[in-house]
């Protein structure tokens, strides 16, 4: 999908120094990006317009855009200008909203609600398993898991979110023609083709350049009712979602964990300083004052008695890792009600569950429970 004077859009989105904010008030001023373009240099000289930026007007190179115009051009591939009737409405309300939105997959999914969960790169197997369990039952309750698909929390989120066949949008800090981090190449394909969002405010063939990844972070929080921290350090890129979070009046939540981990020092500073500290995703429901309806597991026919589920038969198991198996037989269950069964305190549950995860034995089924493939 194509705004119209996409063109335009783009050849103002190059000009050198203009940031969203100089962008929207260009707009703002001269009514559209065409307007802005022809107006002339007495018209630019009258507001103070830096030398270069009247340079660039003049002598535009119109193939700059070339490569942003042949990407449109491709299945699935999307241009959302701030005018545009499916631009977000979340983010378009924010200072430094981005002028354009490149997209690919499913667009209208922006408009959709949404919880950002972000976190350290490097988390625990608690962590990362957390990260899981939010995100899926997140998306048991008919939310979008927002991300930047970095390694750790960024990626488990977008795997749980997938794990529950749910939607989920990744906001990159490049052009959407190449992946980073590379080796969630599959990650980003699993995305686009289960329906959910690749997006970017860079034109196609940005490069890998650290001061945008921060910059990104302000459209996780923008298209977000909420952002979920787990497991952030005192230096953690996690915090930048956090600051824009709280300019833009979204919700801060927080997962705690262990006073002795560091891995969890700017999570814990977090909650000091207001954020709302979770345990589950009710906490989150009761904050943003939306009720769901608890999910209806189907009943056994009376008519019908169940049928016996054989025990699984696996070789190389040790003893604790068959009990929970053994426990998943009949009923899936949650971690809590495995640390009751097991008498097993639950990091050792949240690991073993994600060995035989990994292992294909069993999986995550409705309302987060986990049960045997």
């Not at 495995?338 to 294909?360: A, F, W, Y």
Request: aromatic share 6%; hydrophobic share 40%.
């Amino acid at each position: 999908m194509k705004s119209e004077n996409l063109e335009y859009w783009l050849a103002l989105l190059y000009a050198p120094g203009i940031g969203p904010v100089n962008f929207n008030r260009l707009i703002k001023h001269f009514g559209n990006p065409q307007n802005v373009l022809t107006a002339g240099r007495e018209e630019w000289q009258a507001i103070k317009m830096k030398a270069n930026l009247i340079k660039y007007l003049e002598n535009i190179d119109w193939q700059i855009i070339e490569s942003d115009m042949q990407w449109l051009e491709q299945p699935d591939n999307h241009a959302l200008t701030l005018e545009h009737s499916d631009y977000p409405s979340m983010l378009r309300t924010i200072d430094d909203a981005p002028p354009i939105l490149f997209v690919h997959g499913d667009y209208k999914l922006l408009s959709t609600q949404q919880i950002a969960i972000v976190g350290t790169r490097k988390p625990s197997k608690e962590g990362e398993t957390a990260a899981m369990e939010f995100a899926t039952n997140l998306s048991y309750q008919g939310f979008t898991i927002t991300s930047g698909m970095a390694y750790g929390i960024d990626g488990a989120s977008h795997v749980g979110a997938l794990n529950a066949n749910g939607k989920t949008i990744a906001v990159a800090g490049t052009g959407l023609d190449r992946v980073y981090p590379p080796r969630h190449r599959e990650l980003a394909h699993n995305i686009a083709k289960n329906g959910g969002a690749l997006i970017s405010e860079l034109p196609i063939g940005t490069t890998v350049k650290r001061q945008n990844f921060p910059i990104r972070s302000r459209i996780v929080s923008g298209l977000s009712l909420g952002v979920l921290v787990i497991e952030a350090p005192n230096k953690s890129g996690a915090l930048y979602t956090v600051q824009h979070a709280l300019k833009q009046g979204r919700e801060v939540f927080v997962t705690p964990g262990s006073i002795y981990s560091p891995s969890v020092r700017g999570s814990h500073r977090l909650i000091k300083e207001g954020a709302k500290l979770v345990e589950n995703i009710a906490d989150i429901l009761e904050e943003l004052h939306i009720y769901r309806p608890p999910i209806a597991v189907p009943a056994t026919s009376p008519m019908m008695p169940p049928k016996p589920v054989p025990k699984p038969e696996v070789k190389n198991l040790d003893n604790e890792h068959q009990l929970i198996l053994d426990h998943l037989v009949t009923n899936p269950n949650s971690i809590d009600g495995l640390v009751e069964l097991s008498g097993l305190d639950v990091s050792k549950i949240s690991s073993i569950l994600l060995m035989l995860e990994l292992q294909g034995l069993i999986t995550i089924k409705s309302g987060g429970l986990y049960g045997l493939k």
